[in-house]
């Protein structure tokens, strides 16, 4: 095996990223900081900051109009996704906290998005079980409790158009993901991980982007 040509991401480098990729609007950074400033304890739950506009970029990329997110915590990745999406586009929204969707309501109202946004307060696997059956869905953001991940799989892949894509957040969970005696999350994202490279379903790839991104496109 050859070195990697990842660059260490040091704070420098962390920080040209930023200021070349799009930078967070008005709405967007006002989330942000609202979130580190009422829930600090729970704030690295957010969407990473290079993420929004990465979001952003693959529903206009692909032509989302029916997005599922599963996990929204205070909904800056709702909040992207919802603004690139067209005229009569959707995010169905999964999460089970009013108090950290409160956060997020007012943001996507302040910038003009909230009828875009079907949020749904309840587990998330008995939302997406509740969704129709035919493959209808454009894009999917999952990004909730690891332990889950297989079983959302399960009920997404199934209602994904042809050529539909499953963006996966955190799928090098801090890099334990590298060690066959992790447990806890660690161990289930190992597993997550192995049982999307043998679904013949999907193509797909893992990216070292923030904690690890997968990108996976369901087959005809």
């Known amino acids: 095996m050859y070195e990697t040509k990842n660059p260490q991401l040091t704070p420098e480098l962390y920080q040209y990223v930023l200021d070349h990729n799009p930078p967070l609007d008005e709405v967007q950074r006002e989330l942000v900081d609202t979130t580190h400033r009422r829930l600090a304890g729970q704030a690295g739950m957010q969407t990473a900051e290079e993420q929004a506009p990465l979001l952003a970029f693959l529903v206009r990329l692909t032509g989302a109009s029916r997005i599922v997110e599963v996990g929204t915590f205070t909904g800056?990745?709702?909040?992207?996704?919802?603004?690139?999406?067209?005229?009569?586009?959707?995010?169905?929204?999964?999460?089970?906290?009013e108090e950290w969707t409160a956060v997020g309501r007012?943001?996507?109202?302040?910038?003009?998005?909230?009828?875009?946004i079907d949020l749904r307060i309840a587990p998330a696997i008995d939302t997406l079980r509740a969704l129709p059956?035919?493959?209808?869905?454009?894009?999917?953001?999952?990004d909730a409790d690891k332990e889950s991940y297989?079983?959302?799989?399960?009920?997404?892949?199934?209602?994904?158009?042809?050529?539909?894509?499953l963006v996966v957040d955190n799928t090098l969970y801090h890099g334990a993901v590298a060690d066959p005696a992790a447990t806890g999350g660690a161990a289930a994202i190992r597993a997550f991980n192995d049982h999307v490279r043998a679904d013949d379903r999907v193509d797909d790839v893992l990216l070292t982007v923030a904690d690890g991104l997968t990108l996976a496109r369901r087959l005809a």
């Open 133 to 142: 059956g035919d493959r209808w869905i454009d894009l999917v953001f999952l």
């Open 76 to 97: 800056l990745s709702t909040l992207s996704m919802a603004q690139a999406l067209p005229e009569g586009g959707q995010v169905i929204a999964c999460d089970i906290s």
């Open 106 to 116: 007012q943001a996507w109202a302040d910038a003009g998005v909230a009828d875009r």
């Open 150 to 165: 297989v079983d959302y799989w399960e009920e997404l892949v199934p209602r994904m158009r042809p050529g539909g894509l």
